[in-house]
């Protein structure tokens, strides 16, 4: 049993301290369809992080504060390269996993719409077993991703794709699940409606990372997922434009009350320059420096910590 990074594979016990969900290199103006962004959105606010030397120096800080590894979640279609994420996990020192999958429709290379799902599942298998291009490079996870208030149109073909990769190759599906008021689906997490089908593609739920989940919580509902075999990921923190720290320290405490603590994850979903140390945010370091201290003032041991940042991801992306 064997975790796949940029280098090659990793026993479990190798992960160590996880980040999840991050960004490391990515640009979202090489989208191929930028005009379904919509009008008002400016190329300034896109993702991107594409400056070698500073995201180096970034990992380096993650390491030094005790981080071991970040899953990095930039698919193609948008800045995914798989010999640079190589070169900076030398560099750093730090194991980096990479994606195969799809973003949201504005991002999907045009061969999403040209493809069978069949077809499309099989170039996704080749990705995890075979490796990217010519480099041999292979990643680690596969990613579905919904920007609408439905599971409808090329996201959907390209979650039936994922789901048979995921049958396939037994690794995890991480998922995008924008909470937006926009869309008014129950909970405020469109993995509800994602579990439905992987479900009925024969997915086992365990497999499954509901993402973004503290963007508009509803703990009925991320306890519901849980208790269908989800993992249950907490993946914005420190963006409080979307919820408090301190109320989501609440809520990982309440699930872990309520029993869930092996379905939990943590991380920040960095993206943007301004978020960065080097852009005056805080980095992958947040969740060390700013998190973790909140969790521990309202009483979260240090063994359901070492839970939440190594024993929950190493089992979530371990391939079975």
Same mark, same amino acid.
């Given at each position: 049993m064997v975790i796949q990074t940029v280098l090659g594979p990793i026993s479990p016990e190798q992960l160590g301290v996880c980040l999840p969900h991050e960004h490391i290199w990515c640009d979202q103006r090489l989208a191929p369809r930028?005009?379904?962004f919509g009008v008002t959105r400016s190329t300034s606010s896109y993702m991107k992080l594409n400056d070698y030397d500073r995201m180096c120096a970034e990992l380096i800080a993650y390491r030094e504060a005790g981080g071991s590894s970040v899953v990095e979640v930039t698919c193609d279609g948008w800045g995914r390269d798989l010999d640079v @994420? #190589?070169? @900076?996990?030398a560099a750093s020192g730090v194991h980096i996993v990479a994606t195969a999958g799809f973003y949201i429709e504005p991002c999907l290379p045009a061969f999403v719409a040209e493809w069978t799902v069949e077809r499309l599942a099989d170039h996704l298998t080749r990705e995890i077993e075979a490796g990217v291009g010519d480099s041999g490079r292979r990643c680690g996870v596969l990613k579905s991703a919904i920007h609408r208030a439905r599971v409808e149109g090329l996201e959907l073909k390209g979650l039936r794709a994922? #789901?048979? #990769?995921?049958r396939r190759t037994g690794v995890a599906i991480t998922s995008h699940t924008t909470g937006g008021r926009r869309q008014e689906v129950p909970g405020?997490?469109?993995g509800v409606l994602q579990l439905e089908i992987l479900r009925a593609e024969g997915v086992d739920p365990s497999r499954f990372i509901v993402g973004h989940v503290d963007e508009r919580p509803d703990i009925d509902v991320l306890c519901g997922l849980a208790e269908a075999g989800c993992f249950i990921q907490f993946d914005v923190i420190g963006k409080e434009h979307w919820l408090l720290d301190e109320t989501r320290a609440e809520l990982i405490t309440a699930m872990i009350d309520r029993g869930y603590l092996a379905h939990l994850l943590m991380s920040h979903d960095r993206n943007r320059d301004h978020e960065m140390r080097y852009g005056g945010g805080t980095g992958y370091r947040h969740l060390f420096d700013c998190f973790l201290p909140r969790l521990r003032? @309202?009483?979260v041991s240090p063994a359901e910590i070492q839970h939440l940042l190594v024993t929950n991801p190493a089992r979530a992306f371990t391939r079975v």
């Amino acid at each position: 049993m064997v975790i796949q990074t940029v280098l090659g594979p990793i026993s479990p016990e190798q992960l160590g301290v996880c980040l999840p969900h991050e960004h490391i290199w990515c640009d979202q103006r090489l989208a191929p369809r930028q005009e379904l962004f919509g009008v008002t959105r400016s190329t300034s606010s896109y993702m991107k992080l594409n400056d070698y030397d500073r995201m180096c120096a970034e990992l380096i800080a993650y390491r030094e504060a005790g981080g071991s590894s970040v899953v990095e979640v930039t698919c193609d279609g948008w800045g995914r390269d798989l010999d640079v @994420l #190589a070169r @900076l996990s030398a560099a750093s020192g730090v194991h980096i996993v990479a994606t195969a999958g799809f973003y949201i429709e504005p991002c999907l290379p045009a061969f999403v719409a040209e493809w069978t799902v069949e077809r499309l599942a099989d170039h996704l298998t080749r990705e995890i077993e075979a490796g990217v291009g010519d480099s041999g490079r292979r990643c680690g996870v596969l990613k579905s991703a919904i920007h609408r208030a439905r599971v409808e149109g090329l996201e959907l073909k390209g979650l039936r794709a994922v #789901a048979i #990769a995921q049958r396939r190759t037994g690794v995890a599906i991480t998922s995008h699940t924008t909470g937006g008021r926009r869309q008014e689906v129950p909970g405020g997490t469109v993995g509800v409606l994602q579990l439905e089908i992987l479900r009925a593609e024969g997915v086992d739920p365990s497999r499954f990372i509901v993402g973004h989940v503290d963007e508009r919580p509803d703990i009925d509902v991320l306890c519901g997922l849980a208790e269908a075999g989800c993992f249950i990921q907490f993946d914005v923190i420190g963006k409080e434009h979307w919820l408090l720290d301190e109320t989501r320290a609440e809520l990982i405490t309440a699930m872990i009350d309520r029993g869930y603590l092996a379905h939990l994850l943590m991380s920040h979903d960095r993206n943007r320059d301004h978020e960065m140390r080097y852009g005056g945010g805080t980095g992958y370091r947040h969740l060390f420096d700013c998190f973790l201290p909140r969790l521990r003032r @309202l009483g979260v041991s240090p063994a359901e910590i070492q839970h939440l940042l190594v024993t929950n991801p190493a089992r979530a992306f371990t391939r079975v």
